[in-house]
């Protein structure tokens, strides 16, 4: 079957820190691949998606890059921000049934100035 | 151009009665998704609508639950009646007619049901 798993938070960094949030999958089929971002009191917005395997996705500083060897699409940033505070949701899109998704539970960001 | 729109953004009800929550789609998007997030776990697949046609109510928990998408516009929720179990965050999705895999989110609709 499909399901998403990513690591549990919340993670707190300080301002200009690294991050990385894992994500890893399983699925029948070749699905596409999203990370989706909920700041406080808002919706989910798209972040980044990648359709086949080596892609990599990019939006923002963010990048995720699609490892069909190790079922993977791990989220990183280079120095992040205060503003980047927010949950942070992995999910792919199963082709093989009207691209329904799939999400992994989220993982809360908190980054501290 | 217009988001996804959901209303109402929180409704706090009790056991027992009716909530209806309505999605209004992008225009002119054909996919319409409804998901389900939980106290704090993953988001949940309800159900997808392609038009006015239900393509996939696998997620759909019990038949409490009745959606519609009324001419292939706006899509309905409705829970009838209410358990506990149903508080949560409802979303709302759309997406372009096949082969438009990113589906476009709507803000939620907070649920409690006391």
């Known amino acids: 079957g499909n399901s998403v798993t990513q690591m549990e938070g919340p993670v707190t960094l300080s301002e200009e820190a690294f991050l990385t949030i894992n994500c890893t999958y399983t699925a029948t089929g070749y699905p596409s691949l999203f990370w989706y971002v909920q700041y406080p009191g808002e919706g989910l917005q798209l972040l980044l998606k990648?359709?086949?395997?080596?892609d990599k996705g990019s939006n923002k500083g963010f990048e995720a890059t699609y490892r069909k060897e190790t079922t993977s699409f791990h989220l990183e940033k280079g120095s992040v921000q205060v503003s980047d505070s927010a949950v942070y949701f992995c999910?792919?899109?199963?082709?093989?049934?009207?691209?329904?998704?799939?999400f992994g539970s989220g993982t809360k960001l908190n980054v501290k100035p | 151009e217009a988001g996804v729109t959901q209303f109402p953004s929180h409704s706090v009800i009790e056991k027992g009665q009716t909530v209806t929550l309505r999605c209004d789609p992008i225009s002119g998007h054909d996919n319409l998704y409804w998901y389900r997030r939980v106290m704090g776990k993953e988001i949940k697949f309800l159900l997808h609508f392609v038009k006015e046609s239900k393509q996939d109510e696998s997620g759909m928990p019990n038949n409490r639950f009745l959606a519609e998408r009324t001419g292939g516009t706006y899509s309905t929720l409705k829970v009838q009646p209410a358990e506990l179990e149903d508080s949560g965050v409802y979303f709302c999705?759309?997406?372009?007619?096949?082969?438009?895999?990113?589906?476009?989110f709507g803000p939620g609709t907070r649920l409690l049901v006391l």
């Open positions: 999705a759309s997406s372009q007619e096949l082969g438009g895999e990113t589906q476009y």
């Open positions: 990648a359709t086949k395997a080596d």
């Open positions: 999910a792919l899109s199963d082709r093989l049934n009207f691209n329904k998704f799939y």
